[in-house]
């Protein structure tokens, strides 16, 4: 079996149309597990076993040059600091959906209604023991959001097309057996399971 540790399977950008979002959902099949991209230890079976079900919802604006948004995680809170697509744990007896939307609505103050919500593309496992599924849907630009000032210090947001440019993305080497991609846009740096997701998308896409 090839080693695709530390590269990104699509050979160039992936077009940041939303009616091509929309229709790739629309012929997509079963949901199944995304790959690490990084370089490092695999998730062990048992942590997949007993992982923590969880939901983000990656949002992005309906507009010429369509953005996505992030939020930075409050100092004190678990994951402090991080740059990351709103959602957490789920609650007993929610959806995938449910989940996503239940927490964009308490970080951000975006209810349902406001999400046109095209689906899943898999399902993510983080070496932390969570099982991430997320969600993509399309909002309005105009939307007046109301972070959270507990759990969301700031909101962020990125060009769609940059997310789908494998050229956007950058590998840090860490010795000599773990290597981790990290997005850098303006003064914003993401990583860990959260560019996972976005590589994530982009192979989808792109396949």
Not at 64 to 69: A, G, I, K
Not at 177 to 200: C, K, Q, W
């Amino acid at each position: 079996m090839v080693d695709s540790r530390g590269k990104i399977l699509a050979s160039g950008p992936v077009a940041a149309d939303l009616d091509f979002l929309r229709e790739q959902f629309g012929n997509s099949g079963a949901c199944t597990e995304l790959r690490n991209p990084h370089v490092e230890s695999t998730v062990s079976v048992e942590t997949k076993s007993a992982a923590k079900p969880s939901s983000v919802l990656i949002l992005t604006t309906r507009e010429p040059v369509p953005r996505v948004l992030l939020t930075k995680r409050q100092i004190g809170i678990r994951f402090g600091g991080h740059l990351c697509f709103p959602g957490g744990r789920a609650e007993p007896g929610e959806s995938v959906a449910d989940t996503a939307l239940r927490e964009c609505e308490e970080e951000i103050g975006l209810p349902a209604t406001e999400v046109e919500l095209l689906g899943s593309f898999g399902h993510y496992f983080s070496q932390a023991g969570y099982r991430i599924d997320p969600l993509v849907g399309i909002v309005d630009p105009a939307f007046d959001y109301q972070p959270d000032p507990s759990e969301v210090a700031s909101i962020h947001w990125i060009e769609l097309q940059h997310m789908l440019d494998p050229e956007r993305y950058d590998l840090t080497w860490m010795g000599a057996d773990r290597a981790y991609f990290g997005f850098d846009n303006h003064e914003i740096h993401v990583g860990g399971p959260t560019v996972s997701l976005m590589i994530g998308l982009l192979e989808w896409l792109a396949a």
